[in-house]
């Protein structure tokens, strides 16, 4: 479907994306009560685990075998930025680098020249349910930074701005700046050597959360670059007069005036933009190149080096059930913020 101003597609898995992103996965497991070891207190059986990617029961294991999550894994050559909408994700890499961040946090990890980390999702609820709801973004690294050193740095949720408008009618909208300005309000901080980090690459990296039938106005960019939204969880949209459903993705340039008129439920949107880098991409797996050629040479390398090792011992490292938000980074410097949300 589509109009003169913008494209409407149904969302698939992973989500499709532009130039300079890669890849935007949307995560939601309705996970049950904890058991002693942090995984799912229901049984596992007729699963694959290890590799268990189909809804059974409301969730799933993903790489897991006792915690669902991603255990130790490689990275090389790009950019993740994690948004935890709910739940809990535990982190850990070859740096000895750690955190746990929850509902609101934000981590942003340059992969650069190569690292492992796991990112798993502990279950610490013993007496309640454990949603869990994450996006998680590739943004591509320009040629010229695909060797900067590996780092990652915590968005916490008290610290995202947050727009908060209201409609004639006094429906409101939120608007979490991860990344990228509305109107005054600066979004948040992105790593050194991301491509975001240069305004003029005006990447933009919000959520939305509409009011019924409320209406917002996303405001054009001073340059024409890529942007998308996507309507993940409500009813229905209107923009120029057309009605969208939901899970659709709703494509367009930023040098038009986005009006968004929300439906009788509400509404939450992932919008991303940013000026594409132009530059030949080679993926394979976890790792990102301009050629094939460099991706072979990233396998030798992490064969040779498994970029630094693994300090953890379990692969499927989490942080225990009492340890609340926090972030220990590769200089040894920590964070402590408090209990989980």
Same mark, same amino acid.
């Given at each position: 479907?589509?109009?003169?101003?913008?494209?409407?597609?149904?969302?698939?898995?992973?989500?499709?994306?532009?130039?300079?992103?890669?890849?935007?996965?949307?995560?939601?497991?309705?996970?049950?009560?904890?058991?002693?070891?942090?995984?799912?207190?229901?049984?596992?059986?007729?699963?694959?685990?290890?590799?268990?990617?189909?809804?059974?029961?409301?969730?799933?294991?993903?790489?897991?075998?006792?915690?669902?999550?991603?255990?130790?894994?490689?990275?090389?050559?790009?950019?993740?930025?994690?948004?935890?909408?709910?739940?809990?994700?535990?982190?850990?890499?070859?740096?000895?680098?750690?955190?746990?961040?929850?509902?609101?946090?934000?981590?942003?990890?340059?992969?650069?020249?190569? &690292?492992?980390? $796991?990112?798993?999702?502990? @279950? /610490?609820?013993?007496?309640?349910?454990?949603? *869990? #709801?994450?996006?998680?973004?590739?943004?591509?690294?320009?040629?010229?930074?695909?060797?900067?050193?590996?780092?990652?740095?915590?968005?916490?949720?008290?610290?995202?701005?947050?727009?908060?408008?209201?409609?004639?009618?006094?429906?409101?909208?939120?608007?979490?700046?991860?990344?990228?300005?509305?109107?005054?309000?600066?979004?948040?901080?992105?790593?050194?050597?991301?491509?975001?980090?240069?305004?003029?690459?005006?990447?933009?990296?919000?959520?939305?959360?509409?009011?019924?039938?409320?209406?917002?106005?996303?405001?054009?960019?001073?340059?024409?670059?890529?942007?998308?939204?996507?309507?993940?969880?409500?009813?229905?949209?209107?923009?120029?007069?057309?009605?969208?459903?939901?899970?659709?993705?709703?494509?367009?340039?930023?040098?038009?005036?986005?009006?968004? &008129?929300?439906? $009788?439920?509400?509404?939450? @949107? /992932?919008?991303?933009?940013?000026?594409?880098? *132009? #530059?030949?991409?080679?993926?394979?797996?976890?790792?990102?190149?301009?050629?094939?050629?460099?991706?072979?040479?990233?396998?030798?390398?992490?064969?040779?080096?498994?970029?630094?090792?693994?300090?953890?011992?379990?692969?499927?490292?989490?942080?225990?059930?009492?340890?609340?938000?926090?972030?220990?980074?590769?200089?040894?410097?920590?964070?402590?913020?408090?209990?989980?949300?």
């Amino acid at each position: 479907m589509s109009s003169s101003n913008f494209e409407i597609t149904p969302l698939g898995f992973p989500w499709a994306t532009e130039d300079p992103f890669l890849f935007c996965a949307y995560h939601r497991d309705e996970y049950p009560r904890g058991n002693e070891n942090l995984g799912p207190k229901a049984s596992l059986s007729g699963r694959n685990l290890g590799q268990d990617f189909n809804i059974k029961d409301g969730f799933r294991m993903y790489h897991g075998e006792i915690v669902p999550g991603f255990p130790a894994h490689p990275h090389c050559g790009f950019e993740t930025v994690t948004v935890v909408q709910e739940g809990v994700v535990d982190h850990a890499d070859s740096l000895g680098a750690a955190g746990r961040y929850s509902s609101g946090d934000v981590q942003w990890m340059t992969a650069g020249s190569g &690292v492992q980390h $796991s990112e798993m999702f502990p @279950l /610490l609820e013993k007496d309640v349910e454990n949603p *869990l #709801e994450i996006f998680q973004l590739w943004l591509n690294l320009p040629k010229v930074s695909k060797d900067v050193p590996p780092h990652f740095s915590m968005l916490w949720e008290e610290e995202i701005p947050t727009v908060k408008l209201e409609d004639p009618r006094g429906k409101r909208t939120e608007i979490r700046l991860i990344h990228g300005a509305y109107g005054d309000v600066n979004g948040g901080t992105s790593n050194p050597n991301s491509w975001a980090s240069d305004p003029r690459n005006h990447v933009v990296i919000w959520t939305l959360k509409m009011e019924a039938n409320a209406t917002v106005v996303i405001p054009k960019s001073s340059i024409s670059v890529p942007r998308n939204a996507y309507f993940y969880k409500g009813g229905t949209l209107k923009m120029s007069g057309e009605s969208i459903p939901v899970f659709s993705r709703i494509k367009s340039n930023s040098q038009e005036n986005w009006e968004i &008129v929300n439906g $009788s439920q509400v509404s939450h @949107l /992932l919008i991303l933009q940013g000026k594409p880098l *132009l #530059e030949p991409v080679a993926k394979y797996g976890p790792f990102v190149a301009n050629s094939q050629y460099e991706i072979q040479e990233i396998f030798q390398k992490f064969q040779e080096t498994q970029f630094g090792g693994w300090p953890w011992g379990d692969l499927d490292y989490t942080h225990g059930p009492l340890r609340g938000r926090f972030a220990k980074h590769a200089d040894g410097q920590e964070e402590d913020r408090g209990p989980v949300k």
